[in-house]
């Protein structure tokens, strides 16, 4: 069912405890470089376990509508931090 695709998006990741970025939207990143890369692995494993929950027949379409919604605030998110970290060159 499900719950198999929300353990491949839900795996372990890194954390501030065990010295990976600094997730939470109140706490300064230490590294936004590494904030993107993380937002990237994120993205990736939810774009995972939303093909996987598309194949199953009896899938919770709340569910997978709530991690549609989180994968393009993702989106935005990882294109924000590409645009503030690409300086713009005036031709």
């Known amino acids: ?6 353990k491949v998006y ?7 405890s065990d010295g990976g970025p600094c997730m939470e939207k109140n706490e300064a990143v230490p590294d936004p470089a590494a904030r993107l890369a993380w937002l990237r692995t994120e993205h990736r494993d939810l774009d995972a376990a939303i093909d996987s929950l598309e194949r199953e027949v009896a899938s919770d379409q709340l569910q997978l509508a709530r991690l549609k919604k989180r994968k393009l605030r993702l989106k935005d ?8 970290l690409v300086p713009d060159i005036i031709a």
């Not at 069912?1 to 929300?6: Q, S, T």
């Not at 839900?10 to 501030?16: E, G, M, T, W």
Request: aromatic letters at 10%; a negative charge.
């Open 1 to 6: 069912m499900y719950d198999e695709a929300l």
């Open 10 to 16: 839900y795996r372990a990741r890194p954390s501030i």
């Open 77 to 84: 998110e990882i294109a924000r931090l590409e645009d503030a």
